[in-house]
């Protein structure tokens, strides 16, 4: 177990990449990404780093297991008095219980390990040992209190409460962990944390549910890490005990988990709950067990060093199945921001095409300009051309919205990121855009005819007029172009015509850009990014070399 300080840099380094990661999209396999995501981080945070840290730690042993196994009779047993509280309610253990020598206490009292988990002492303390060394701030509570009725205390923190038995073999140190199928959810990943954070893998089962799907798939898991695990088949009938037993070596070979240590513990009557403790008898063969492999130098290291070794070596499969995960995140956030980006892009160039068809130049702004100047006023005129080319671009941003919902619906990655809809704001956000621009080429006007050395001085608002006109009516405006350059001379029409149509083109882009930047905005809030995927496999090559 020693380890060079290189290795645990490169470890630390890659639990940062691996925290770092984000799977907001709901892609078909996130759930078990995000999944692999939290075991990477409980095993590395809980267990990986603070064991190769601190080889010479306390052997952690977790029993975990279904509701009503007896894990908590079971550590009650072990250690010869009640420490984690047992009876027939179901679930019974909602706060989890570490239970060590008072020699070893200090291991645990600060946040070497499950440092998410604010620590409780109880009030009890084997051979004058108390909460010495515990980390300020924290308080000792009896096991009946407030700290033992659930998984959160009083100020809404996880708890660990810890207890120090003088029985117990220093080196040693078991933790009763919630019910792996409880009905709380918070319950069940607190389980599955906590069972990340072992040294040894202790799984109970009972006599009427050793077959039930979820403690075998903690089996399974455990096989998958090559983690040190030893399986209890506890309450058995003394009717059936043969043949329970056997029933359940046949499915451990089956399962490739032959050479699992099994111990089997016959039903009694203090096995119903209430706080009896089972016979010495009864998990002599198991106390046995976990007391040489803490205390045996090579029986340690050989436990110890199994699990550690395991999680290392998996980390070989998991970290590039995490890579792949964030990659095909970010795959879908450019798709869906493609979407976006197109449905724009096509609604400019439509835009573009219309205005050189005229399209502006249409209802009340035709009227308006085939009554200019005798019937409409440049203010008049110039109001309807703006009104119009507002009118275009709702039109243009609104069959972007459409193209973009059409695409996103098709895209399991939009579900739960708002569709754009219709945008009661967005007529007004526009319009404000273009009387900006209006009056911009309107102080442009104003600019053009102070320049100009020419009596009697054109009128700035009917040059605005003008330019406007042929700026944005098309083919149907030529008339306007002539009659500006009769107005202020064709090398001031053309000048002010080329700075006027760079403002309108502007002008068009920073419109449709806005829009749809709000469009893409939700997407960009979850920051899908493709430097995780990079990171990740650096690291672990980081890792495997330093290996």
């Not at 290189?6 to 639990?15: K, N, V």
């Not at 010495?132 to 700290?147: E, K, L, V």
């Not at 068809?357 to 249409?362: E, F, I, K, P």
């Not at 219709?422 to 911009?440: F, L």
């Amino acid at each position: 177990m020693d380890v060079r300080p290189q290795l645990l840099d490169a470890l630390s380094a890659l639990r940062d990449r691996v925290a770092s990661v984000r799977l907001p999209l709901p892609l078909p396999g996130a759930p078990r990404a995000r999944q692999t995501r939290a075991e990477l981080l409980a095993q590395l945070d809980d267990y990986l780093v603070p064991r190769l840290r601190a080889p010479e730690a306390p052997l952690l042993a977790v029993i975990g297991g279904s509701t009503g196994a007896g894990k908590s009779t079971l550590v009650n047993s072990l250690v010869g008095r009640q420490v984690s509280e047992a009876g027939v309610l179901r679930p019974t253990t909602r706060t989890p219980v570490l239970v060590c020598h008072p020699d070893d206490h200090h291991w645990f009292a600060g946040m070497r390990v499950l440092p998410d988990l604010m620590r409780v002492w109880g009030d009890r303390f084997d051979d004058g040992a108390g909460p010495a060394g515990t980390a300020p701030g924290r308080t000792g509570r009896r096991p009946g209190g407030t700290g033992a009725t659930g998984s959160t205390g009083a100020t809404g923190a996880r708890e660990l409460r810890i207890e120090t038995v003088g029985s117990l073999p220093r080196g040693l140190a078991l933790l009763d962990a919630p019910d792996i199928d409880s009905l709380v959810v918070e319950n069940r990943n607190l389980a599955a944390e906590l069972i990340c954070a072992a040294d040894v893998w202790v799984m109970v089962t009972t006599a009427s549910r050793y077959a039930d799907a979820v403690p075998w798939h903690l089996l399974r898991t455990a096989k998958e890490y090559k983690a040190t695990l030893i399986t209890v088949l506890d309450r058995v009938p003394h009717q059936v005990l043969t043949e329970v037993s056997r029933q359940y070596g046949a499915l451990l070979t089956r399962a490739g988990l032959g050479d699992v240590p099994r111990f089997t513990v016959p039903e009694l009557p203090e096995s119903a709950g209430g706080g009896g403790l089972l016979p010495a008898t009864a998990v002599a063969p198991l106390a046995a067990w976990l007391i040489h492999h803490a205390q045996d130098p090579a029986a340690r290291q050989q436990a110890v060093g199994r699990t550690a070794l395991g999680v290392l070596d998996s980390l070989r499969r998991r970290m590039p199945a995490l890579a792949a995960a964030v990659a095909a995140q970010h795959a879908a956030a450019v798709r869906l921001t493609a979407a976006v980006e197109d449905a724009y892009k096509k609604e400019g160039k439509r835009v573009r095409s219309r205005l050189d068809q005229g399209a502006v130049l249409a209802g009340d702004a035709l009227t308006r300009w085939r009554g200019y100047p005798v019937d409409t006023t440049a203010d008049e005129l110039l109001d309807s051309l703006a009104e119009s080319l507002a009118a275009l671009l709702q039109c243009a941003v609104a069959a972007a919205d459409e193209r973009i919902a059409a695409v996103w619906r098709r895209e399991p990655a939009a579900a739960g990121i708002p569709l754009p809809a219709p945008d009661r704001e967005a007529g007004e956000r526009i319009g404000m855009a273009v009387r900006r621009w209006r009056r911009v080429l309107e102080e442009l006007a104003e600019e053009e005819v102070a320049r100009l050395d020419r009596q009697p001085v054109p009128d700035p608002d009917q040059i605005a007029a003008l330019l406007v006109s042929a700026l944005l009516g098309g083919k149907r405006a030529r008339v306007a172009g002539e009659k500006l350059a009769e107005r202020i001379g064709a090398q001031a029409a053309l000048r002010l015509r080329d700075r006027g149509g760079e403002l309108v083109g502007e002008h068009l882009d920073e419109v449709l850009r806005a829009e749809r930047d709000r469009r893409l905005a939700p997407l960009d809030a979850l920051e899908v990014t493709p430097e995780p995927q990079a990171e990740l496999i650096a690291a672990l090559s980081l890792l495997q070399k330093e290996r």
